[in-house]
């Protein structure tokens, strides 16, 4: 408690916020946007919707994350890596679930205004990833905990952001957009292998049974090589 007193509110949420993490969300959306670009069906208002609503739905989960490993024990005086506010107590456990609940709000707005430009799969496509974000550490069943993380993250930040994004400028679904969604699934499971990699020990010891976890430090270094030359 020591340490939380040299930090302002502000840089209590910025610290929550894990800013390092934001480029990964916002990089498919550019992607998926520059591919509706190239193929001349790009629309700025629904390609700003689609990065808004990106970078929303990575606050939720960065902020659940931040909450639900702290209060499983995953979070702890022994993990290694950068501090987590809830673990620090900078923020109480009230004001993170705050802060969730402002950034689904604000997933919920830009997915009103995206299923206003492209129609009703864009509901689909949010509430599932909303669930997604939040289920990742939270819930009756947090799949980052069983193992799933990789594949969800493959699946969120390759095909889901990429298509989307193009999807609610174009209206369309394209061959080319599913390829380029490939490289950028892999490279940011690559990120979240380097992380699990890292935290192997402290996982373990939570029952946080990641991938890393399950195949070991050798295993999830072979996993981030093969990650890295597929893309």
Known sequence: ?????????????????????????????????AVAWAGDRSRWGPALGALLGALCLQLASNFANDLFDFEKGADNDDRIGPPRASQLGLLSPSAMRWGIGAAVAGAVLCGLYLTAQAGWPVVAVGLVSILAALAYTGGPWPFGYKGLGDLAVFIFFGPVAVVGTDYVQSLQISPETL????????????ILVVNNVRDIDSDRAAGKRTLAVRLGRSGGRLEYLLLVAVS
Do not use: D
């Not at 390829?179 to 690559?190: D, E, K, Q």
């Open 1 to 33: 408690m020591t340490e939380s007193r040299s930090f302002t509110a502000s840089q209590a949420w910025w610290l929550a916020a894990r800013p390092r993490t934001l480029p990964v969300s916002a990089a498919p959306v550019v992607l998926g946007t």
């Open 179 to 190: 390829w380029a969604s490939l490289p950028i699934g892999f490279l940011s499971t690559a």
